[in-house]
């Protein structure tokens, strides 16, 4: 098996550079005085102002999607000349590396041609693992691909890329931010004993209403990025949310969507169970999908969330979780309404082949009652709305109290 290669010793310092420098906007970079020579010509004004990196007089403003900026030295050539020289050694490295993938792709193709009995099928996996390791060597200390994964570039079928893409999400705060929330609140282990994210589940809700006027719903409001773990109110979780996901495998696999309120009061044993709100099996996803290209709502339709009165917090936990097959399909009867509360997830897992720890995608917010969630209790739910209140504490003195004290 061949050895790894190792990056130059500088490497990290010089990421965090570019952190700093090129992998930022380019509003951030400093102005041009006079004694400043000016940039490449490379980068004319014409494709600076095309490629987003400065609004056009006179135009609308086109956003990244439809024409992202391109990487620009944060200095001109010839002004620091360590930075130049550092530039020139990533891209000899980055050149020498390329040579020595395309002599193992060819050295892998010469053995995969080779009869099965005379085939060395440890050899060939060490040679594919080498390969798919410099793929993403050969290109990581590149500025202007790093500029991409982190401009919202990134080409998703590109292994260095998914690999950026995927390191910046476990590395720089989003995946632990969620993973705070969900021990803190103990959605692990009331929920399930186990949870490993996989790739980058986000979900956007409608803005919240103005508080003196939560019943204002014909007014449109723009969709605001949820965090991990924020209160919202029932108005703004009236309609489903828009679900954005990042994934890192190029395969389709299946998924499964799942919404549950794990704070539901249940009167006859005073304590608390959980109520399904949503339910979506079989939903195709992979690295180039970004969103759901299958309809939501054709299984168990949405519910929005109504705490009850009376009540403490709720927590709503949203799961994307994957099939034990990842082509074959999964048969799971409807839930009707009165199926819904009482929701046992552990059981439900049990019997589908869903575990927490094999990865998937997951959110969850809070929410407490407030006046609106009469009216969903009213117009959407078409039921009378319960009201709870503290268990009242037995007075151990009441027995006393009733005697006389004095004769």
């Excluded at 969330?305 to 994307?320: A, F, S």
């Excluded at 990842?326 to 509360?341: A, C, G, M, Y």
Aim: some cysteine; proline content about 10%; charged content about 25%.
């Amino acid at each position: 098996m061949l050895a790894l290669r190792r990056l130059p010793r500088f490497a990290p310092r010089l990421a965090s550079v570019r952190g700093n420098a090129t992998l930022e906007a380019a509003a951030t970079r400093p102005e041009a005085d006079a004694s400043t020579p000016p940039p490449p010509s490379s980068v004319t004004a014409k494709s600076s102002a095309t490629a987003g990196n400065g609004p056009v007089k006179g135009r609308k403003k086109a956003t990244q999607a439809q024409v992202p900026r391109e990487w620009c030295r944060p200095i001109a050539k010839g002004v620091e000349p360590a930075y130049d020289y550092a530039l020139r050694y990533i891209v000899k490295d980055a050149t020498f590396m390329r040579k020595e993938l395309e002599q193992l792709r060819a050295a892998a193709e010469v053995e995969a041609k080779k009869p099965e009995g005379e085939r060395d099928e440890a050899a060939l996996q060490g040679m594919r693992e080498q390969i798919r390791i410099l793929e993403i060597q050969s290109e990581a200390n590149l500025p202007d691909v790093r500029w991409k994964a982190r401009n919202g570039s990134a080409d998703m079928s590109a292994p260095i890329h998914r690999h950026l893409v995927e390191q910046q999400w476990r590395e720089e705060g989003d995946l632990d931010l969620l993973m705070e929330r969900i021990y803190q609140m103990n959605v692990v282990p009331d929920m399930l004993p186990e949870l490993k994210p996989s790739f980058d589940l986000r979900i956007k809700y409608a803005e919240a209403p103005p508080k003196d006027n939560y019943l204002r719903t014909r007014v449109k409001r723009k969709l605001k990025q949820v965090e991990p773990g924020i209160f919202l109110v029932a108005e703004q979780t009236r309609r489903p949310p828009q679900l954005s996901m990042t994934l890192f495998h190029t395969d389709t696999r299946l998924y499964t969507l799942l919404m549950v309120d794990l704070d539901v009061p249940n009167p006859e044993d005073q304590s608390f169970t959980s109520y399904l709100h949503w339910l979506q099996p079989n939903v195709p996803l992979s690295a180039f999908t970004t969103a759901p290209t299958v309809p939501l709502d054709t299984h168990t339709p949405y519910v929005p969330p109504h705490p009850q009165r009376g009540t403490p917090y709720h927590r709503y936990v949203l799961l994307m979780l994957p099939q034990a097959s990842p082509t074959e399909p999964i048969d799971i009867p409807v839930f009707q309404e009165s199926e819904r509360l009482g929701f046992n997830f552990r059981a439900f897992a049990e019997q589908y082949g869903f575990d927490g720890s094999r990865g998937g995608g997951a959110h969850m917010w809070r929410e407490e009652w407030d006046e609106t969630v009469s009216h969903i209790y009213q117009h959407t739910l078409k039921k009378e709305e319960p009201r709870f209140g503290k268990i009242p504490r037995m007075d151990p003195y009441a027995e006393l109290k009733r005697t006389k004290k004095y004769l």
